[in-house]
């Protein structure tokens, strides 16, 4: 049974940091792009940030730029979020996702792409 268990969620004040972290099993996500979203309350689920296989090529929306890091350990099949200077506005459930794109160097920002996904760690920043 494939699953992608995210962890690292929780309640932080303005400025400050979190480490999500994505770990997969039942399978190998190695040649997988592997992707963060997140929804807000009322709000469509969008892109944050994506890594392709290598880890050689990573992209991250417009708001989240500078302040956080996607990264991943294909030994470990885990991926992480490293987020920053945290503002309100990230306030949402996080999930991650994983596309089958065997050693491909494009990262999909569009969710209705990825095949599997976890279940969701809330992130809640107060101002």
């Known amino acids: 049974q494939v699953q992608l268990v995210e962890s690292g969620g929780g309640l932080v004040q303005a400025g400050g940091s979190l480490r999500l972290s994505c770990a997969a099993s039942g399978r190998t996500f190695t040649t997988y792009v592997r992707g963060w979203f997140r929804q807000a309350p009322g709000k469509e689920r969008e892109f944050v940030a994506g890594?392709?296989?290598?880890?050689?090529?990573?992209l991250y929306t417009d708001s989240v730029k500078g302040r956080f890091t996607i990264s991943r350990d294909n030994p470990k099949n885990t991926v992480y979020l490293q987020m920053n200077s945290l503002k309100a506005e990230d306030t949402a459930v996080y999930y991650c996702?994983?596309?089958?794109?065997?050693?491909?160097?494009?990262?999909?920002?569009?969710?209705?792409?990825?095949?599997?996904w976890g279940q969701g760690t809330q992130v809640t920043v107060s101002s």
């Open positions: 996702a994983a596309l089958s794109s065997p050693y491909g160097s494009r990262v999909a920002t569009n969710p209705v792409e990825y095949d599997y």
């Open positions: 890594i392709n296989w290598s880890g050689g090529v990573t």
